[in-house]
C-alpha cells in the first residue's frame, strides 16, 4: 500500500511517500481502509521531533493520527489518536474506533470536526465550563481549532477577544462571531478596551512560548489560563508565586482526556454535526491533497496563510 513515512525529524521534506507491507492486524486491532486522513499540528510536532515518536521508524508505524475510513464490513467509523493514518490502510486498536453517526455532511465537512472541532468542544465544555458574559481571549483564532472554539464561546454566550499574527487574519476571526479582534501585540490593549481594565475570566492559548507573559497578564482575579499547544514553542518553566498575586488557575489539557471512551466521542462529535447541520457552526472547505503531497500540505499548515482544514486522500495520488 501506499504511506507517508518518516525516518529522521525535520522540516516538512522528511515526508518520504513510500510503498509498505499491509501488516496484519494483532489481537486487539482492526484494519481500516482509510478514506480520508487529517493534518493536525500535533503532525508537525512529530515530524519534527518536538513530541518524538519512533524513528527511524519501525514497521507499522507512521505519521498522522486521525482519520475517517471504512471496516471490512462497510461500516463507516473515525478515529483521534492512531499513529498512521497517512496512508491506505491502517491497524487500530478497537478501542480507538468510533462508529460515524448518521449526518447530513460529507467526509470532508466531518473531517473539521474530529481532532479540531472536539478539542474546541472539550475545551469550552469540560476544561473550561464557560459561563453566558464571560469575557475569553483565544490566540490562533484563525485557526482550525481557533475557528470552532470561537463558535461554540459565542453560542454559549460569552464575549470573545480573537487574536491572529496579522489584522487579516484577526478579520477571519471577525467574520466567525468574535467580538474583539486583532493581532497579538494588541493583547493588553484590547483586554483592557473589553473589560474596562478588569481582565478576562479565561484565556484559551495554543501559542505558547511567545505571549505567555502577556496571556497572564490579561486575566481578571481568580482567571484560568488554558494552554493548549505551543505553536510558538514550549512555554519555559515558571515559578508558580506568579500565579499567586491574582489567584489565578492554569490547565493544560489534552483532546485525549477528554475523548477516552467510545461514548465521549460520539456525544462530541454528534454535537457538533448537529451544530453544523443547524447553521449555528461554520467552517471553511476542506483543501483535500493528494497523499503523495502530504509535504505541501505540511507547508501549507506551517505557512500560517490558510485557515481551515487540511486532509489527504490516499486514493488520489
Ligand atoms: N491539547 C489538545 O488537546 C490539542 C488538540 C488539538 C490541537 N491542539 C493544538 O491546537 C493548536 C491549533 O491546532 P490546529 O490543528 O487547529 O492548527 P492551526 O490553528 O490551523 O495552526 C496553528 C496556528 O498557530 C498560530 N501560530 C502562532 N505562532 C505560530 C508559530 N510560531 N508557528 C506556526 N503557527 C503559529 C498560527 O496562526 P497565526 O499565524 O494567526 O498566529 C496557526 O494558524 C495547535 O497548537 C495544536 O497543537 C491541542
Redesign the pocket.
Known amino acids: 500500500m501506499q504511506s507517508i513515512r518518516v525516518f529522521a525529524p525535520g522540516a516538512a521534506d522528511v515526508l518520504k511517500f513510500t510503498e509498505v507491507e499491509i501488516a496484519e492486524p494483532e489481537r486487539d486491532q482492526v484494519q481500516v481502509k482509510v478514506s480520508l486522513a487529517g493534518v493536525?499540528?500535533?503532525d508537525v510536532?512529530h515530524r519534527r521531533g518536538q513530541y518524538p515518536i519512533p524513528m527511524p521508524e519501525s514497521l507499522g508505524s507512521g505519521i498522522g493520527i486521525e482519520g475517517i475510513g471504512e471496516l471490512s464490513d462497510g461500516r463507516a467509523v473515525f478515529w483521534l489518536s492512531a499513529l498512521g493514518s497517512y496512508a491506505q490502510y491502517i491497524n487500530i486498536p478497537e478501542t480507538q474506533l468510533t462508529g460515524l453517526p448518521e449526518s447530513s455532511l460529507t467526509n470532508e465537512e466531518i473531517l473539521p470536526l474530529l481532532?479540531?472541532g472536539m478539542?474546541a468542544h472539550?475545551l469550552v465544555d469540560s476544561a473550561y465550563a464557560v459561563k453566558e458574559g464571560e469575557w475569553a481571549l483565544v490566540?490562533?483564532?484563525?485557526?482550525?481549532?481557533?475557528l470552532i472554539l470561537t463558535q461554540l464561546l459565542k453560542n454559549r454566550g460569552a464575549h470573545v477577544i480573537a487574536l491572529?499574527?496579522?489584522p487579516e487574519?484577526a478579520e477571519i476571526a471577525k467574520a466567525h462571531g468574535a467580538d474583539l479582534v486583532g493581532t497579538?501585540k494588541q493583547i493588553k490593549e484590547l483586554t483592557r478596551q473589553a473589560t474596562n481594565g478588569a481582565g478576562v475570566e479565561v484565556v484559551f492559548d495554543?501559542?505558547g512560548k511567545?505571549y505567555f507573559d502577556e496571556c497572564l497578564e490579561a486575566l481578571a482575579p481568580a482567571g484560568m489560563y488554558i494552554l493548549?499547544?505551543?505553536?510558538?514553542?514550549p512555554v519555559p518553566p515558571f515559578d508558580l508565586m506568579r500565579l499567586n498575586a491574582k489567584s489565578l488557575g492554569i490547565r493544560r489539557?489534552?483532546?485525549a482526556t477528554y475523548s477516552a471512551t467510545a461514548p465521549e466521542r460520539l456525544r462530541r462529535l454528534s454535537e457538533l454535526i448537529k451544530l453544523t447541520e443547524g447553521g449555528k457552526l461554520r467552517y471553511p472547505a476542506t483543501k483535500v491533497f493528494p497523499l503523495d503531497r502530504a509535504q505541501n500540505a505540511h507547508e501549507l499548515?506551517?505557512s500560517?496563510t490558510y485557515?481551515g482544514k487540511i486532509g489527504l486522500n490516499p486514493w488520489r495520488i
Open positions: 493536525n499540528f500535533i510536532y481532532c479540531q478539542t472539550y490566540t490562533a483564532a484563525a485557526g482550525g481549532v481557533g491572529a499574527s496579522t487574519r497579538y495554543s501559542v511567545d493548549y499547544g505551543g505553536a510558538s514553542g489539557p489534552t483532546l499548515l506551517e500560517r485557515s
